[in-house]
């Protein structure tokens, strides 16, 4: 029997559930990091408003906001049917909000949009009577509520 992509992983940090799938157990997807630390900004971007004021020494500060926070998942695939490889373009079609939540934080539900196109690069094998996709992805999503909710 082949060896999957799963067979050597914890999976704490490789999964995700966005529009109501989850990507390991539903889209057969998993999230792939370059071997480095994970990275998490603790806070969304801060944007300052100010207005310059003629004989001010520097500008005042009259507002602050934060700016939407985005999330980039990389993701690998080794067994998908041609049904499960378009399927992926329903769940990311990007034209609705939908929850997002890390496997590695169930508690956090992040209101996020697919924004851009996602990719997907791929290898087809031909196994039996059926085509099988073997390959690579990413998906950006944009949260424009940049707190994640309790769950």
Do not use: W
Request: net charge negative; charged share 25%; glycine share 8%.
């Amino acid at each position: 029997m082949a060896e999957t992509l799963t067979d050597n992983y914890d999976y704490d940090f490789i999964g995700f559930t966005y529009n109501g799938k989850h990507s390991i157990n539903d889209l057969k997807i998993y999230r792939t990091s370059d071997g480095s630390r994970y990275n998490e900004t603790l806070n969304p971007t801060v944007t300052d408003k100010t207005v310059e004021i003629i004989g001010n020494e520097g500008p005042i500060l009259t507002s602050s906001y934060h700016k939407t926070r985005q999330f980039q998942i990389k993701f690998a695939y080794d067994n998908l049917t041609e049904e499960e490889f378009y399927g992926l373009s329903k769940v990311f079609d990007g034209k609705e909000i939908h929850d997002l939540i890390f496997d590695e934080c169930p508690y956090k539900v992040y209101k996020a949009k697919v924004t851009g196109t996602p990719s997907l690069k791929y290898i087809c094998f031909e196994e039996g009577e059926k085509d099988i996709y073997k390959g690579e992805g990413t998906v950006n999503f944009t949260c424009y509520e940049p707190y994640a909710f309790l769950n």
